[in-house]
């Protein structure tokens, strides 16, 4: 049997679009006859390796020549899937089953991820999944979608030590673009997996600390080691003002104002878009104020950090713990839960405290109202 040969070609039709960029096609090959499949894939000139017939420098540069080399799989796997089904293998018959409803759905995937307006962080999301996914079945055809490959997915996560809310999460990303495949006609809705197939969560306990232990982080002294001192520094100042990692990283000095004479810190939430003006002179006592004045200076961002710098920020924060003795296991997110437990153990009201964290709905604020103990104490010791 006659094997289709396949090669990569780069702006085939000597012409850029608007952006500078042309398209890379498939070259398929097959008896002296040959067929072009478009990858949807545009880059510059500059960002094509004809040799090596790859692409270079481009940010996404690892990601986008994975997918080609997934999407030329994908084409061999139909080929053979051609064979099987005991049809005579023609370009043509090719052509129309990457059309049809047997395609690939990790390519629509891929394609719809990489046109979509997503924030940074939303973004980073959908494309985890989509990795994930190409790491457990490199082609996945609409035709596989279906319980017993959602289940064989989740086991698969589940034996790569992913948390089960994590999972739920992935499987949320993934029903999204299995409805969008519906909605545009690619996915025939009785075939729906997503019926029979529940996204189930866990119910976790959300770690905070006590006045107690936020005082020994305090008091600690750091001396010279300027690195964890940055990271306690910022996980203290998330703790007075309940920023998440994502707005610790983006604020910049221009998100200061006086008024009246007094310190505010006003932003937009980089998760949520939501406006959030802080007073930060009224806040635990203004603790806060001290630590931006000294990196007050930085030209960048208050603390010069990175976005990707969570997980370094978070074993520094491991570290910092052990130095005083706090069995603790804490993450960064762990101060936006002892600012809004505190908040309310000290009596504010809880639509103050959804305000000052910028949630949405006052649903997302309610889970913190059951965390203390001490809370319930309080409360009940103002009735007796």
Known sequence: MEKVIYNLVFNRKKQLNAEGKALIQVEAYLNKQKKYFSTKVYVKPCQWDKKRKMIKAHPNMEALNQYLQDYMAELERLELS????????????LKERTTSGSGSFTSFMKSEIDKSNLKASTLKNHSSIWSLLSQFRPVVAFDDLNFNFLCAFEDYLLKNDYHRNTIAKHMKHLKRYVNLAINMDLFEMQKYPFRKYKIRYMETKRTHLTPEELSLLENLYLGRKRTLRRALDMFLFSCYTGLRFSDIVSITNDNFLVIDDKLWLIYSSVKTD??????LFLLFDGKAIPIYERYKHNPHTLFNASPDSNSNVNKQLVRICQMVSL??????????????????????NITTVQKL??????RTTEIYSNIMDMTIIRDLEKIR
């Open 327 to 348: 069995d603790k296991r804490i993450s960064f997110h762990t101060a936006r839960h002892t600012n809004a437990t505190l908040l309310l153990y000290n009596g504010a």
């Open 82 to 93: 051609l064979a099987q089904s005991g049809k005579v293998l023609t370009l043509e018959n």
């Open 357 to 362: 964290l910028g949630h949405k709905s006052v």
């Open 274 to 279: 939501v406006h959030v003006r802080l007073p």
